[in-house]
């Protein structure tokens, strides 16, 4: 158990549809990490939140947004879902920055019908 | 930008032998570079990681992996196999705080 939740476990929605998901990282941790894994385009990083700020964003499509609250957790919105946006949606958390170690939580399933 | 590529999409070997897991990289000057494990439906754990200290890097579990500049090769590597370590294994690079994942490298490991 890494320490990092992340809900829900499963989720099942319709093209077009807005979902949120919910993650929690380590307690003292202060950065939160989003990342995809699909068959398509493999692991990516999608974007990291330090202490409530964007720090660094990766291949996040517009459609994502993120945001990281003052108690630290962490929601990744995905709009006007696709099909394409099926996939495993990782949340990691870290003390800091990207070159501490990062805890990951046991992913968010996304399916798109 | 930086990117990263796994020579291997899938490793076979049978417990008890070594393992070597190939990793090139492309970066602008000094990144730092990482190994992550991912077991069947886990998330990812960290194995070690490269932040310009020490080129050999020793991680958990007997892997380690030696940084070589002159090659652009971040290879990983285990003396002896154990069945638990059947699993994917994913090499990062990162610079700028942004992080660039391989396409992975799944190891099989025969009894």
């Known amino acids: 158990d890494s320490g990092v939740t992340q809900t829900p476990k499963h989720l099942i929605t319709a093209t077009g549809q807005r979902v949120t998901l919910r993650c929690s990282p380590r307690s003292g941790d202060l950065s939160v990490y989003w990342y995809q894994q699909s068959l398509d385009q493999g692991l990516q990083f999608l974007i990291q939140y330090y202490n409530g700020e964007e720090r660094a964003k990766g291949n996040i499509l517009e459609r994502f947004s993120a945001q990281q609250f003052p108690d630290l957790h962490s929601e990744l919105n995905l709009s006007s879902l696709e099909l394409g946006d099926s996939a495993l949606y990782f949340c990691?958390?870290?003390?800091?920055?990207?070159?501490?170690?990062?805890?990951f939580g046991p992913g968010t399933r996304l399916t798109v019908l | 930008a930086q990117s990263v590529t796994q020579l291997d999409s899938h490793v076979s070997v049978s417990e008890g032998t070594p393992v070597l897991l190939r990793c090139n990289y492309s970066?602008?000057?000094?990144?730092?570079l990482f190994w992550y494990v991912q077991h069947p439906n886990k998330g990812l754990q960290l194995l070690l990681k490269?932040?310009?200290?020490?080129?050999l890097v020793k991680g958990i579990n007997g892997f380690e992996a030696e940084f070589k500049k002159s090659e652009t090769s971040f290879h990983l590597t285990k003396p002896s196999a154990h069945m638990s370590d059947a699993a994917e294994y994913f090499c990062?690079?990162?610079?700028?705080?942004?992080?660039?994942f391989g396409a992975g490298t799944r190891l099989t490991v025969k009894p």
């Open positions: 990691a958390s870290s003390v800091a920055g990207v070159i501490d170690t990062q805890y």
């Open positions: 490269y932040t310009s200290a020490a080129t």
């Open positions: 990062v690079v990162s610079e700028d705080n942004d992080m660039r």
């Open positions: 970066s602008s000057y000094s990144p730092s």
